[in-house]
């Protein structure tokens, strides 16, 4: 069974993500880490201990990987909506059975398995290839080593996650994906013209706040 690990929040800069995240949800995200061989680098806010919101960018720091960056960051589509400001950009589910998801849909459907470490943190994942993931409605799977993962070590901001939403034109396709990752629960869906994912968060405060890919 898988479920939902985090949101992905994408900018140019981490600067410009963080004062993004604090301008709507009333925190700022505090200090991740980079990714090293994967070209970006990220910051993160605790959601409770089951849930926590990423803000990812790319990392000047390190040369241009030799495959695309993550959740599309590389695509000029994707870079010239950045222009405009940071945005909500896709979504991660956990799962304890990564191999045997990927197992079963292939690497053509699931995306490559690839492990990665910072710190104590260890992890592995796969993320949909490149435009088979229905614009980032279908999430990467992570399987975190500990059966934990990032969201317990986070200070909690006192912001939830109160539901992902997705909007596709081919909503079936959608949620048939989903159902194949056990996730047929995990998001409301609509059918709409137009590819959107929204998050509908509550602040510490009380606020209701909405983000959305577009």
């Known amino acids: 069974m898988a479920e939902i690990d985090h949101v992905v929040v994408g900018a140019r800069t981490l600067d410009e993500g963080a004062e993004y995240v604090a301008a709507h949800l009333g925190v700022r995200p505090g ?15 605790g959601l409770g201990r ?7 960018a790319p990392d000047p720091a390190q040369p241009a990987p030799p495959h695309p960056r993550m959740f599309d960051l590389d695509d000029p589509s994707m870079r ?7 945005r909500l950009l896709a979504w991660v589910a956990r799962t304890p059975v990564l191999d045997a998801v990927v197992t079963r849909l292939g690497t053509h459907q699931a995306g490559a398995v690839r492990a990665m470490r910072r ?23 992570i399987q975190w080593e500990d059966g934990k993962g990032a969201a317990p070590r986070l200070a909690d901001s006192g912001v939830r996650l109160v539901s992902l ?12 994906a989903l159902a194949q990752r056990g996730l047929e629960e995990a998001l409301r869906l609509r059918r709409s013209p137009h590819p959107r994912l929204l998050a509908r968060f509550t602040t510490a405060e009380g606020r209701e706040v909405v983000l959305a890919s577009n």
């Open 31 to 45: 200090p991740g880490g980079t990714h090293e061989g994967y070209g970006t680098h990220n910051m993160l806010l």
């Open 50 to 56: 089951a849930c926590y919101l990423e803000v990812i």
């Open 80 to 86: 010239l909506m950045l222009e405009s400001g940071p």
């Open 119 to 141: 710190g104590k943190l260890a992890w592995r994942f796969a993320a949909p290839p490149q435009r088979q993931d229905m614009s980032n409605l279908i999430p990467a799977l």
């Open 165 to 176: 939403e997705a909007e596709h034109p081919d909503v079936d396709s959608l949620r048939n």
